[in-house]
């Protein structure tokens, strides 16, 4: 073979390897399927979650790992997201667009803003606001999300009504409220701050993620459910409740989403 001859080969051979790089690229986006997206703040929020699923692979986006896999028939990615309501909306974000997730649920713990809820209960999310959003000096209500119209982000009723199903099943010993759930970036450890809340928004918990994340489901037109057990009641005892049941109450937590997913289609 002269030069002319080593040359095609080695030119054919070139483009051949890239073609099949830009396959097997494309194939695994093209196989990607529709997956439930979910979301908890905290280890103790997600260790079980990752326990139960099959992981078929990780990748880290924007310096967080996303768990891609199985959960009975369940596709689904799981992010532990960090706390408070950037992280949430970003991992909200980035389940939909490069996770191809069809729904997202936040799982956790919460402060209970009403006195009926005992810890360990669970509330389930009816909808979400944001109680530390304030544009109210330039004629927005408290709350309001400006240009959008938006005070508060209606839950799925399909899914708030699988979950609620689910935790009567596993968690039968305890109560299940539907309501409403506020989100902000402040862990609220006293009663002035939990009269604030309430006299402003009502709510029967707070945390710190749920309403960003429903925010960008619903600029997403993506449904979404809020699942949280009571870990403290968001007053003077709530720094001490707090690390006393984060980890029975998160416990409580996955475990109705676990069942939940593996019985998706029942
Ligand atoms: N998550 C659990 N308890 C909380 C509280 N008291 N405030 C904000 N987020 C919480």
Redesign the pocket.
Known sequence: MNNYGILAVVAIAIIATAACVHVVENHSDDAEPERIGIIGATSEEVTLLLDAMHIDYKETVADTMFYVGTMGECDVTIVQSGMGKVNAGICAQLLITEFNAKAVINT????SLDNALDIEDFVVSVDAVQHDFDASPIGYAKGEIPFTGKYSFEADEGLRAKTVDAITKVCPDVSVYEGRICS?D????SSEQKDAITSQFGGLC???EGAAMAQVCYLNDVPFVII?AI????DGS?HED?PTF?EKASKRSAAALIYMLENWDQ
């Not at 956790?108 to 402060?111: H, I, L």
């Not at 402040?186 to 450890?189: A, G, K, L, N």
Request: net charge neutral; hydrophobic share 40%; aromatic share 10%.
């Open positions: 956790g713990v919460a402060g902000g402040q862990f609220i450890s707070c945390e710190m949280r870990s403290d009641k968001a709530a707090y984060v």
